[in-house]
């Protein structure tokens, strides 16, 4: 049977990937932003510079952008490195779409793509010259440069579809992924960043996609309908019947495009503690904007609750890039068996 040996969450805001002298560059469309929620409520930039501001500016200095940025850097090398020392032969990903691939058609709160391959292709120059301020130039990171076909599980994919079904969910199915917002029928950034800037971008493992609704109304999962997904989605992997080890990734989060490390501090906490009833309620309100993609590391929790991994956060950065406190906390965490455990199973 399947064994679930290894949890991956890690953060994927463009800041990981642009050069720390050029984080203000998405500070520019901070300003315009009408729509930054902090602690549930909604804000324009001007009433949340009046609600935090006048306590950031030795957050904005060159020098701590370099270390902030060093320091992220450094925790996806060794997120990748945990991946390869792991010895897993898939990875489920669990991320995010930003209507990159999935539009207003149809919108469903999970999907699982089944098809055999998945294609993985660069952005044009015409789309990058439309990307919002201080996108483009991160986002180049999370593709490679010329057109690839990644590899799925397609088998593992869909009867992990059929377990969850059997578990009370009925999931979406995806064989084939819609041209999308590029036309080009591509994996989303979610999932890119975690192929190129944490595996490096060669050799990359096979992979299961589960997009999450975590943004868009009308239907993003509640948070327990999230860990409740996880639960089923764990126990389709353990009832697989081919003997591999699986990993498990979030991708996304942690709070942003408003820093907010009580929140996530919180939610790092209760990751350690498998503690449910702190990742399953939180409330829609605080769900919302880029911090919506919490969603995602609750359904990776749900999936890991009933193993004997433990999480350990590798690091947690606050990434400031503006004087009202916006940016992106930025949280590296890997859940792997206790030592003594992977003593015992290594004789």
Known sequence: MARITLGIGSSHAPQLATPPTEWGQRAVADRKNKQLIYKGIQY????????????????????????????????????????????????????????????DEVLSPFVVYWGETVEHVPFTQEALDHFPPGLAIAEVSNVPEVATTRQTDAELALHLIHGIQEEGFDPSASQRLPKGKYDDYGIPHGWGYILQQIQGGEDVLPFVPIFVNTFWHPNPPTAR???????????????????????????????????????????????????????????????????????????????????????????????????????????????????????????
Not at 82 to 98: A, F, N, Q, Y
Not at 289 to 305: D, F, P, Q, Y
């Open 44 to 103: 324009d930039f001007d009433e949340l510079l009046a609600l935090r501001g006048a306590v950031f500016d030795q957050e904005l200095t060159a020098e701590v952008w370099a270390e902030r940025y060093a320091r992220a850097r450094a925790a996806i090398a060794k997120l990748g490195e945990t991946i390869r020392e792991s010895g897993v032969d898939v990875l489920v990903i669990v991320s995010s779409d930003h209507k990159e691939t999935f539009d």
């Open 225 to 347: 309908r999230s860990y409740d997904f996880g639960v089923a989605l764990g126990k389709a992997i353990e009832s697989y019947p081919k003997d591999i080890k699986v990993g498990v990734v979030a991708s996304g989060g942690l709070s942003h495009f408003v820093v907010d490390e009580e929140l996530d501090h919180e939610f790092l906490e209760a990751l350690k503690n498998k503690d449910e009833s702190v990742l399953a309620g939180y409330d829609a309100d605080v769900l919302r904007s880029g911090t919506s993609e919490l969603r995602n590391w609750i359904v990776t929790a749900g999936a890991l609750a009933a193993t004997d991994l433990e999480a350990t956060v590798v690091d947690y950065v606050p990434a400031y890039r503006s004087e009202a406190g916006t940016g992106a906390g930025l949280g590296f965490v890997s859940w792997s068996a206790p030592s003594g455990a992977a003593s015992a199973s290594a004789e």
